[in-house]
């Protein structure tokens, strides 16, 4: 299963103008193709990811009061209300997004972006059959106690530094003024640099930067349990645990942490799949070894028996068939059934007629109601016999005969 990453293009590009992609596969180790394209040139996937760049969000950290967590349009309210006075625009103009483990009476970082142009940008891509199933930051802050993190991106006429730490996400321009914001660079912070403006961010900040390329940083991006595709953008709960679930599913099924795991598991399933084999080659041994000595003993009691078909009911034919040649009683004999049948039936219920065959006893005219066919099939039942109504005809057998 390939895995589809978009990039939006940033205003004033329209929507439907080219997005950046890079289609990898689903465990993250290959990535197969990349390019730009407009929406309906995208390549097709199983699984779409719109990443929105960090230029367009902003990142608020609040604390939740009781009670804001009971519904989505209640929360939309209370993130409306905590950041009217540090937002710039009009909060029914903008998208909200919380951190995954938002839980209220603690700090939390909640991602803002314009929501018209996020909206535009979906529905560009939904309406070319890009369904997309996530929606990612470019950038996160990082958790209070990590080291900071640091990015050289960009082109060198528009290069950026983005600084992400506990503080939140700042973007600066990689020049001279920029470093001296960020002063130096803390030990034990992560520096990457694009390979555009490696060598710039290198002169700037003192030190030597590792590369990394726009499509890597963007699947590292992906890797985040971040979802900004919440309140309108996810239209359902259930889709919110669909989208939950699945998130669920790849990290289980593709992410490296797991690869034991899933080896584990493998291997325990396939111990299960042998010994359950095992198991079923025994019962199956010892149930044709059982079949096997009924079938001789059925041989050895009647040598005329050649052809053993149902050893326990060809057992019962031969014994009735001796005791008729000897003079016996059996249970298909006439006597016993008409006895059988005679304390079974309704008390003023007379056959009209009786005809026996073959151990067969059929009787007319007794006018039976259904639910008093069921309570004389029942007791004839505990007595080894079998009975079925049909209409005004009473067929009654013994039961190894049936």
């Not at 080291?147 to 992400?164: D, K, W, Y």
């Not at 920029?178 to 912070?189: H, Q």
């Not at 990290?251 to 084999?277: C, K, M």
Request: contains cysteine; proline residues 8%.
């Amino acid at each position: 299963m390939a895995l589809l990453l978009v990039t939006a293009p940033l205003p004033p590009a329209p929507v439907g103008g080219d997005y950046g992609w890079a289609v990898w596969s689903s465990d993250g180790r290959k990535l197969r193709s990349q390019g730009s394209a407009p929406p309906a040139l995208l390549p097709s996937s199983d699984e779409v990811i719109l990443g929105v760049p960090a230029a367009m969000l902003s990142w608020h950290a609040v604390t939740l009061p009781q009670g804001s967590l009971s519904g989505a349009v209640k929360l939309r309210s209370v993130l409306a209300g905590l950041l009217e006075d540090r937002l710039l625009d009009d909060p029914e103009q903008l998208h909200f997004a919380l951190e995954p483990t938002a839980r209220v009476g603690i700090p939390v970082w909640v991602a803002a972006c314009s929501r018209p142009w996020l909206r535009s940008v979906v529905q560009a891509l939904e309406g070319a059959g890009r369904r997309v199933t996530r929606i990612i930051p470019e950038f996160v802050p990082q958790p209070a106690g990590a080291a900071p993190m640091l990015f050289a991106i960009g082109e060198p006429g528009t290069a950026q530094l983005v600084v992400c730490d506990s503080e939140g996400v700042t973007l600066l321009p990689l020049d001279a003024a920029g470093a001296a914001l960020v002063g130096p660079v803390p030990e034990g912070a992560a520096v990457l640099a694009e390979p555009a403006v490696a060598e710039l961010a290198e002169s700037l900040l003192g030190r030597r930067v590792p590369i990394v390329k726009p499509a890597a940083r963007w699947w590292q991006a992906s890797q985040a349990p971040w979802d900004l595709a919440q309140f309108d953008l996810a239209s359902t709960g259930r889709a919110r645990a669909g989208k939950k679930l699945a998130a669920i599913w790849r990290t289980l099924w593709h992410g490296p942490e797991w690869r034991f795991a899933r080896w584990g598991a493998l291997a325990l399933l396939v111990a299960q799949l042998i010994g359950l084999n095992a198991w079923a080659w025994k019962e199956r041994s010892a149930l044709d070894n059982k079949r096997a000595a009924v079938n001789n003993i059925l041989r050895q009691t009647f040598p005329s028996v050649q052809l053993v078909v149902d050893a326990p009911v060809q057992m019962a034919r031969e014994v009735a068939t001796l005791q008729q040649a000897t003079g016996g009683v059996s249970a298909i004999d006439l006597e016993p059934m008409l006895s059988a049948v005679a304390t079974s039936l309704p008390p003023g219920r007379v056959p009209t007629a009786i005809d026996y065959t073959a151990g067969q006893l059929r009787l007319r005219g007794l006018g039976l109601q259904p639910s008093e066919a069921s309570r004389i099939a029942a007791t004839l039942s505990a007595r080894g016999y079998g009975a079925r109504s049909e209409g005004d005809l009473l067929l009654v057998q013994a039961e190894a005969q049936r």
